[in-house]
């Protein structure tokens, strides 16, 4: 089992930045990507980014591609989702989610998910 903690979201005007948080724990060996999802308010939840644990490779949705920036720090089991450039589309409740398996942007190739953490963005 792997238990995530996200934080880090809030409410910021269009144009702002903000960073979210996820940290890992119970079985962390077992992660093999770890990947940032969204969901607004009657929509289906979609990918934002991913990458491996090895830190070899990173996926992002184009939407946010140049804007948002995924990372970790190992020693502190935690990945990280910096968003620049925030618009009121981004506006929508981010959960991060762990793969032991392989790098995927799909929902299904991801097992474990943290509660979610609101991020709203006014125009």
């Known amino acids: 089992q792997v238990q995530l903690v996200e934080s880090g979201g809030g409410l910021v005007q269009a144009g702002g930045s903000l960073r979210l948080s996820c940290a890992a724990s119970?079985?962390?060996?077992?992660?093999?990507?770890m990947g940032w999802f969204r969901q607004a308010l009657g929509k289906e939840r979609e990918f934002v980014a991913a990458f491996s644990w090895s830190g070899d490779t990173t996926d992002y949705t184009n939407s946010v591609k140049g804007r948002f920036t995924i990372s970790r720090e190992v020693a502190k089991n935690t990945v990280y989702l910096q968003m620049n450039s925030l618009k009121p589309e981004d506006t929508a409740v981010y959960y991060c989610?762990?793969?032991?398996?392989?790098?995927?942007?799909?929902?299904?190739?991801?097992?474990?998910w943290g509660q979610g953490t609101q991020v709203t963005v006014s125009s």
């Open positions: 119970g079985r962390t060996s077992t992660i093999y990507a």
């Open positions: 989610a762990v793969s032991t398996g392989r790098l995927s942007n799909i929902r299904v190739g991801y097992g474990y």
